[in-house]
């Protein structure tokens, strides 16, 4: 699997026709939207250099046991013939170490330089969300009341030019996942 990609955008028509909202090709209808929402899209920094810090970790953990392995059987098959032959055997495991840090690297600069963008996204009751983009934020919090509007009026139209935002999740954090169990009571957020 490659490194994960920066965000691709590009501009697109947002439009509501025919109790349908089309997010550039792809179509919605709007009575299966669940939810329409703005939010800021930020890059996932912490969890990307927790994940860099254990790659390291067990990078360099695995390459000094190999060492260590390849030196004690170098050492005592040396003992009978007289010759060292690990030499080799090391310089792929560390030339492998290397080349292993240095992609960990390359990913985790890619998220780290990953800017965070403001966002409409709109949920369906399936598992399918869209996402828009814009420079004006107050321009896509209007959209979410046009969105609404066109949920309870059936006869609503309308285009907009917007920019399409597909990002991936290895990079960014999409909010909150709330789980509930049962029906009453349920207040707050536990962040685990």
């Given at each position: 699997?490659?490194?994960?990609?920066?965000?691709?955008?590009?501009?697109?028509?947002?439009?509501?026709?025919?109790?349908?909202?089309?997010?550039?090709?792809?179509?919605?209808?709007?009575?299966?939207?669940?939810?329409?929402f703005t939010f800021v899209l930020r890059p996932r920094r912490k969890e990307a250099?927790?994940?860099?810090?254990?790659?390291?970790?067990?990078?360099?953990?695995?390459?000094?046991?190999?060492?260590?392995?390849?030196l004690l059987v170098d050492g005592v098959a040396s003992i009978g013939r007289g010759?060292?032959?690990?030499?080799?055997?090391?310089?792929?495991?560390?030339?492998?170490?290397?080349?292993?840090?240095?992609?960990?690297?390359?990913?985790?600069?890619?998220?780290?330089?990953?800017?965070?963008?403001?966002?409409?996204?709109?949920?369906?009751?399936?598992?399918?969300?869209?996402?828009?983009?814009?420079?004006?934020?107050?321009?896509?919090?209007?959209?979410?009341?046009?969105?609404?509007?066109?949920?309870?009026?059936?006869?609503?139209?309308?285009?907009?030019?917007?920019?399409?935002?597909?990002?991936?999740?290895?990079?960014?954090?999409?909010?909150?996942?709330?789980?509930?169990?049962?029906?009453?009571?349920?207040?707050?957020?536990?962040?685990?």
């Amino acid at each position: 699997m490659g490194a994960p990609l920066p965000p691709l955008m590009q501009a697109v028509d947002l439009r509501v026709s025919k109790r349908l909202l089309w997010v550039g090709p792809a179509a919605y209808p709007l009575e299966n939207i669940a939810r329409v929402f703005t939010f800021v899209l930020r890059p996932r920094r912490k969890e990307a250099i927790v994940l860099f810090c254990k790659r390291v970790a067990l990078t360099l953990a695995l390459a000094v046991g190999l060492t260590v392995l390849i030196l004690l059987v170098d050492g005592v098959a040396s003992i009978g013939r007289g010759e060292s032959s690990g030499g080799p055997f090391l310089t792929v495991v560390w030339l492998g170490t290397v080349g292993g840090l240095i992609y960990f690297l390359v990913e985790l600069m890619q998220v780290l330089s990953a800017s965070s963008h403001f966002v409409l996204a709109v949920e369906t009751s399936g598992p399918s969300t869209a996402m828009v983009t814009s420079r004006d934020p107050g321009h896509l919090i209007q959209l979410v009341g046009r969105i609404a509007h066109a949920i309870d009026h059936p006869e609503a139209e309308f285009t907009v030019r917007v920019e399409g935002i597909s990002a991936s999740p290895q990079i960014y954090h999409f909010g909150d996942n709330v789980n509930m169990y049962g029906g009453s009571g349920n207040v707050g957020i536990a962040n685990s």
